[in-house]
């Protein structure tokens, strides 16, 4: 069995301080700190096969969320958040030179006290008009929402094989598979990337050499994302935007297209089906 308690604190960046939402101005962000534990039990019930499981738990004090608008990236502080989850890890060894290993993570992070301050209604296009005479800050409690760009659930199994002795020892190959859930890129949690899975293969040659000046050899040959599929593999966190005029959050369906359209989300694509190889020697 195992327990750990660990604290942390990070000052932001000097750019972060010059990043504001309208792009001009100084951005007066709090330090972040965060306090946090951890439980976990190790089980071997035999020699080839050993589980483990941990739950962790962290509390956040002004986390620093990175958003992105129309304009600029810009941060702000997150008075409090919620990092919760689980992780799973399994190594089985069925046969002599036959490995699966498997890897599970459940990441629950959620806002626990914030106000998202989407600005004052403005009279119209550009973006930026002047705000209405009088006017209040539309604020929205994000108090339970998900934090953007946190997949909550994480997979990945690798099944190989690698050869134990003989003249071939240190021959091996295997087929990993991994999965990641949908997560929301806004506050409003509004706007989802969907999930994706893919396939690699991989085939290797680890060998050591004795009375030669080169003491090891490593060939390796990789295929990433087998079969083609295509997905998003990451994003930027949206900032959420008011309908013109109105103090009305932009739903996903507000225009055509959404709020991914109006704010010119920034996706990244997969890669795709890709071929790499190489030699590594150790001297």
Request: hydrophobic letters at 40%; glycine letters at 10%; aromatic letters at 14%.
């Amino acid at each position: 069995m195992r327990a750990r308690y660990s604290t942390g604190y990070s000052t932001p960046t000097f750019v972060f301080l010059t990043n504001t939402r309208t792009g001009v101005g100084a951005n007066p962000l709090k330090a972040q700190t965060n306090m946090g534990v951890d439980l976990g039990i190790d089980w071997t019930p035999s020699p080839e096969l050993n589980f483990s499981v941990t739950g962790f738990n962290e509390w956040h004090r002004n986390e620093i969320l990175t958003l992105s608008n129309i304009l600029v990236s810009y941060q702000l502080n997150i008075p409090s958040t919620l990092h919760r989850g689980v992780e799973l890890n399994a190594d089985w060894r069925p046969f002599e030179g036959w490995r699966l290993i498997a890897a599970y993570t459940f990441n629950n992070q959620i806002f626990t006290n914030f106000w998202d301050d989407l600005g004052a209604p403005n009279r119209g296009p550009p973006f930026f008009a002047p705000v209405l005479a009088g006017a209040a800050p539309a604020l929205y409690n994000r108090s339970g929402n998900r934090i953007p760009n946190v997949p909550p659930h994480t997979l990945t199994l690798r099944y190989g094989y690698d050869q134990p002795h003989g003249d071939l020892a240190g021959l091996g190959a295997y087929v990993e598979y991994i999965f990641k859930s949908d997560y929301t890129i806004d506050n409003a949690n509004y706007t989802t990337i969907p999930s994706y899975s893919v396939i690699n293969l991989n085939a290797h040659y680890n060998h050591d050499l004795t009375d030669f000046y080169i003491k090891n050899i490593e060939l390796y040959f990789d295929v990433q994302n087998v079969f083609n599929r295509t997905y998003v593999a990451g994003a930027q966190a949206l900032g959420n935007t008011l309908i013109t005029g109105t103090p009305f959050q932009t739903p996903i369906v507000w225009p055509t297209g959404g709020l991914v359209l109006a704010q010119g989300a920034g996706i990244i694509a997969g890669q795709p089906i890709g071929f790499s190889g190489g030699v590594k020697l150790k001297f």
